[in-house]
């Protein structure tokens, strides 16, 4: 159980075109998701925390116009990179946290990620 | 929010015992610490979680001093399967950070 799944899970698209990543969780309900970014070599970047039916929080230097996210069920958080452009090349990633149960605290169960490239 | 550190890198052999330690000087009273394995290109996966003390599960040992302000996770017996980037997180059941740390990147060496 626990499983969490990204599509696609790889994209190219041209700059300037808005991409849409889809996070579900398949087995249990998440009451909160967030969103990374990975470059290669280096560690997660948390670029938002997701709260189903409320606006998502953004760390900051994240712009929140250019990375929606939508937290519409608690199986499923969207994040769409708007406008997006080669230096939005990255790793995305993101994980959710079991709305109750679950064998510990605060445990995430991350989806397999989605690689973006645009050219 | 605790803040956390661990070593960059770390080199072992197959068969040998691995242990990885995180400092945590800040961490708070309700907080946990949960470490993660990370393979190239996949997401990161649920290794083991602790309060306090040591806990042991099929994979991995977390040892936890009193003063709860470092961590160890013990990989007993590592293969070359278990090359990849192990993270430690520090937060609690009602906090929402999930930042991670620069990680450790192991490489287990034939």
């Known amino acids: 159980g626990a499983v969490v799944s990204q599509h696609p899970s790889w994209v190219i698209c041209k700059s300037g075109t808005s991409v849409k990543i889809e996070c579900r969780s398949l087995?249990?309900?998440?009451?909160?998701m967030f969103w990374y970014r990975q470059f290669p070599k280096q560690s997660l970047m948390l670029m938002a925390t997701s709260n189903e039916g409320s606006k998502a929080t953004y760390e900051q230097g994240v712009e929140k116009d250019k990375f929606l996210i939508n937290h519409a069920s608690l199986t499923l958080s969207t994040l769409t990179v708007t406008s997006a452009h080669p230096e939005d090349s990255s790793f995305y990633i993101c994980s959710a946290r079991r709305a109750s149960g679950g064998r510990s605290y605060n445990e995430q169960f991350f989806g397999p990620g989605t690689r973006l490239t645009v050219l | 929010l605790a803040k956390t550190t661990q070593p960059i890198s770390m080199d072992s052999y197959e068969g040998q015992e691995v242990n990885i330690t995180c400092s945590h000087n800040?961490?708070?009273?309700?907080?946990?610490i949960t470490w993660y394995q990370q393979f190239p290109s996949q997401g990161p996966r649920f290794i083991i979680q602790g309060y306090k003390t040591k806990v042991t599960n099929e994979v991995a040992s977390l040892f936890i001093p009193a003063d709860r302000k470092s961590s160890t996770l013990s990989l007993p017996r590592v293969s070359l399967s278990d090359t990849a980037v192990y993270y430690c997180?520090?937060?609690?059941?009602?906090?929402?950070?999930?930042?991670f740390g620069a990680g450790t990147r192991l490489t287990v060496k034939p």
């Open positions: 087995d249990f309900q998440a009451t909160t």
């Open positions: 800040n961490i708070a009273t309700n907080d946990y």
């Open positions: 997180l520090v937060g609690g059941a009602n906090n929402n950070d999930m930042r």
